[in-house]
């Protein structure tokens, strides 16, 4: 059997996305389709007096008529020493944070402002540091499809990958007719995270923070067990 999944790229995700990774032989990055305001892409929680907060990583021109991959960032002094700081200054106690934090710095000190460059080189990065040895793909790069929309992509992308699988997140159950996939001859299945429990910076356990919060408490040693912990719908 042969799975992918497909994700737009974002920032920093969360143990979520790397079950995706996990799940999957293939993981296509979609960073050739329409960015979306306020979402994930450029931004995610970290934890910060005990609190969930936002770093941004911010956009010159972004706006839902334009593509991931069409999208710059602003220039490195306007954000790139001030994220690393919220970084540092909210997990110096983590325990594992001498092992976390040289991976930070080297992601955000990657030299490319398009978006979608930058987004991809973090994620691998990131996978690479956790051992996840999914094949990782540009969807802009690879496939030549992008006349087709919304499922007959997908499936496209299947179909070129040979894949035997689809695995998508359990919130895109909706975007998707069973039967299409069946008659592709493609199982279709949704991840739906367990959050696992951890020793965090704050008074009680808060989910669906960044990776960074979990690899700063749990460290590579300590990530396989959240990586695991999610069931099929």
């Known amino acids: 059997m042969s799975a992918v999944a497909i994700m737009q ?3 920093l995700p969360y143990i979520g996305y790397w079950q995706l990774l ?3 032989d293939c993981f296509v990055i979609y960073d050739d389709v329409n960015y979306i305001n306020r979402g994930w892409i450029n931004r995610n929680r970290i934890l910060i007096n005990d609190e969930p907060g936002l770093i941004t990583l911010p956009l010159l021109r ?11 960032i602003a220039p490195t002094e306007q954000w790139q020493r001030r994220m690393l700081a919220s970084v540092e200054m909210a997990y110096r106690k983590a325990p594992c944070f001498d092992q976390v934090l040289p991976l930070v710095e080297r992601i ?9 460059q930058f987004l991809t080189h973090q ?3 990131l996978a ?29 992308i299947c179909r070129q990958e040979g894949a035997t699988r ?11 007719q069973p039967s ?18 951890y020793r965090q910076r704050g008074k009680a356990f808060t989910p669906y923070l960044s990776i960074i919060d979990t690899l700063m408490e749990v460290g590579t040693e300590g990530i396989g067990p959240h990586l695991a912990a999610y069931d099929y719908l």
């Open 22 to 24: 996990l799940a999957s």
């Open 166 to 176: 689809y695995i998508n997140a359990q919130g895109g159950q909706s975007l998707y």
């Open 123 to 125: 994620i691998q990065a």
């Open 62 to 72: 972004a706006s839902q008529n334009r593509k991931i991959n069409e999208i710059k």
């Open 9 to 11: 790229p974002y920032l």
């Open 108 to 116: 955000l000190n990657y030299e490319n402002n398009n978006l979608a």
């Open 180 to 197: 299409a996939f069946a008659n592709a001859g493609i199982d279709l299945k949704f991840i739906a995270m367990q959050p696992l429990p």
């Open 128 to 156: 690479n540091f956790m051992g996840l040895k999914t094949r990782i793909v540009p969807s802009s790069q690879v496939y030549g499809n992008a006349h087709l929309t919304a499922q007959e992509r997908i499936l496209d």
